[in-house]
Nanobody, 123 residues
Framework: QLQLVESGGALVQPGGSLRLSCAASRFSLDYYAIGWFRQAPGKEREGVSC????????NYADSVKGRFTISRDNAKKTVYLQMNSLKPEDTAIYYCAAKTLFCGLESRDFGSWGQGTQVTVSS
C-alpha cells in the first residue's frame, strides 16, 4: 500500500514562506494524483491543492490561489507545496493523500493519508 509522509511544517510569521513535502515510500507516485488538505482546530478538513499524475494539471482552493504552488518530482517520489504570503488563517495541520484517475479537492475521494505536518502562522 502507498504510504505518504509529510514534512516541512513550522512556525512562521505572517507574510513568510514554507515549503511542505509529501514523500512516498515503497511505491512510485507515478500512478497517483496527489492532493494537499488542511484541518484547523474546530474546522472541517478542506482541500488546498491537487496535482495530476503527470503534473500537467493543478487545482487550488480559492483561498490559496496566487500564494501556494504545488509541484511534483516523480523521480524523487515527492510532491511539494510552496506556500508564500502566509496568513494566520493558513494555520492548520496539512495532510497529503493520493487519488487514482483525476485530480480533485474532495477529501472523500483520496486515500493513503499521511500523518500530517503542523503549520502555524503567527507573530
Amino acid at each position: 500500500q502507498l504510504q505518504l509522509v509529510e514534512s516541512g511544517g513550522a512556525l512562521v510569521q505572517p507574510g513568510g514562506s514554507l515549503r511542505l513535502s509529501c514523500a512516498a515510500s515503497r511505491f512510485s507516485l507515478d500512478y497517483y494524483a496527489i492532493g494537499w488538505f488542511r484541518q484547523a482546530p474546530g474546522k472541517e478538513r478542506e482541500g488546498v491543492s491537487c496535482i495530476s499524475r503527470g503534473g500537467g494539471t493543478t487545482n487550488y482552493a480559492d483561498s490559496v490561489k496566487g500564494r501556494f504552488t504545488i509541484s511534483r518530482d516523480n523521480a524523487k517520489k515527492t510532491v511539494y507545496l510552496q506556500m508564500n504570503s502566509l496568513k494566520p488563517e493558513d494555520t492548520a495541520i496539512y495532510y497529503c493523500a493520493a487519488k487514482t484517475l483525476f485530480c480533485g479537492l474532495e477529501s472523500r475521494d483520496f486515500g493513503s493519508w499521511g500523518q500530517g505536518t503542523q503549520v502555524t502562522v503567527s507573530s
